[in-house]
T-cell receptor
Framework: GQNIDQPTEMTATEGAIVQINCTYQTSGFNGLFWYQQHAGEAPTFLSYNVLDGLEEKGRFSSFLSRSKGYSYLLLKELQMKDSASYLCAVHDSNYQLIWGAGTKLIIKP | NAGVTQTPKFRVLKTGQSMTLLCAQDMNHEYMYWYRQDPGMGLRLIHYSVGEGTTAKGEVPDGYNVSRLKKQNFLLGLESAAPSQTSVYFC????????????FGDGTRLSIL
């Protein structure tokens, strides 16, 4: 079966750095996405990785290791508005997105 | 910029009733998707479309039907609603490239009593 694992919940302090991990086992791999979803709202796109390595976009970075089936999302200089769920999703061999259940990130002052 | 628009935003149905959820996108995207999101679970694909006039089943298609008569619209129908279909439904669209992100509507919160 296909599976994506993320921690259910994480807590961090405003101004700090947090790393959200995602491991996947899918039938094929054609790219990995990270989305942000605030409570009661739609998911919004954050980053895309298809090759190994780090992609940086402002305060957010995403890393991929295809050989390990592993990715992480790194959030720097945390702000209260970063409190949200972060969803990891993988394109399988049929280009269908397989979604993780999401990591709820709680930011404390 | 409207993006992806879903109607209605909220709905309460009785078991056995039918309804249609409407999704409209103004970005000229080829691909459209219907997902459901339940607590503690990832988004699950119900049905999708790779272009006008085409539809295909996703991971959890039973109890739902879809139609894509116009490129900009993707309709999701529940023929006979069941309490297990209580969920938040999201529509999304994307260009025809697999590397392009999906753009989501604001969701429809559906309760079946």
């Amino acid at each position: 079966g296909q599976n994506i694992d993320q921690p259910t919940e994480m807590t961090a302090t405003e101004g700090a750095i947090v790393q959200i991990n995602c491991t996947y086992q899918t039938s094929g791999f054609n790219g990995l996405f990270w989305y942000q979803q605030h409570a009661g709202e739609a998911p919004t796109f954050l980053s895309y990785n298809v090759l190994d390595g780090l992609e940086e976009k402002g305060r957010f970075s995403s890393f991929l290791s295809r050989s390990k089936g592993y990715s992480y999302l790194l959030l720097k200089e945390l702000q209260m508005k970063d409190s949200a769920s972060y969803l990891c999703a993988v394109h399988d061999s049929n280009y269908q997105l397989i979604w993780g259940a999401g990591t709820k990130l709680i930011i404390k002052p | 910029n409207a993006g992806v628009t879903q109607t209605p935003k909220f709905r309460v149905l009785k078991t056995g009733q039918s309804m249609t959820l409407l999704c409209a996108q103004d970005m000229n995207h080829e691909y459209m998707y219907w997902y459901r999101q339940d607590p503690g679970m990832g988004l699950r694909l119900i049905h999708y479309s790779v272009g006008e006039g085409t539809t295909a089943k996703g991971e959890v298609p039973d109890g739902y039907n879809v139609s894509r008569l116009k490129k900009q619209n993707f309709l999701l129908g529940l023929e006979s609603a069941a309490p297990s279909q209580t969920s938040v439904y999201f529509c999304a669209s994307s260009p025809d490239s697999a590397s392009q992100p999906q753009h989501f509507g604001d969701g429809t919160r559906l309760s079946i009593l």
